[in-house]
């Protein structure tokens, strides 16, 4: 409403929600039910091509692109494999794999979610399939990670310029590869790790 009472164009950066959220994991758009003018993405989360991005426009507004958007004018093309690879998911996304795939993305985040509220983490809220355990201390987060590798489980521990002073973190990110197995597994070395560290009680 307010960009058609100003005239404005609005951009999504769906690069954390193409291809698992929202109809045929179409993005935070679809999901939400917005128009949208512009939408930019990536291949290298849900799509699995690693590297890659992609602006979704009208063609007219794809055309100027092309022609002044420095990253696009001064970037070599895709290999064809990620081409073929991030097409291949999006068709698989779109279809009742898609489906299945995300149903089960969503009860692994859930299932993590749960668990590690209960184990005393705190955890930034949501749904979403990628999880902040906040710890505070950037050099705790680096720790705990090190510690959650000798444990059996990658994650990685974020902290200032990437996210706010005192605000740091381990990132986790959920699959739908991962079984509950797994996702009790990584609990486990949480629930290990932090207490070690005194993050939990």
Known sequence: ALADRYGALIMVDDCHATGFLGP???GSYAHHGVKVDFVTGTFGKALGGAMGGFICATSAVVKLL?????PYLFSNALAPAICGASLEA?????GEEGDKLRAQLTANAARFRSAMAEAGFDLLPGQHPIVPVMLGDAKLAQTMAA???ELGVYVIGFSFPVVPRGAARIRTQMSAAHTFDHIDQAVAAFTTAGKELGVIK
Do not use: D, F, H, W
């Open 24 to 26: 045929q994991g179409r």
């Open 66 to 70: 092309k022609q002044r958007v420095r």
């Open 90 to 94: 999006i068709r698989i996304a779109q």
């Open 147 to 149: 510690r959650m590798l």
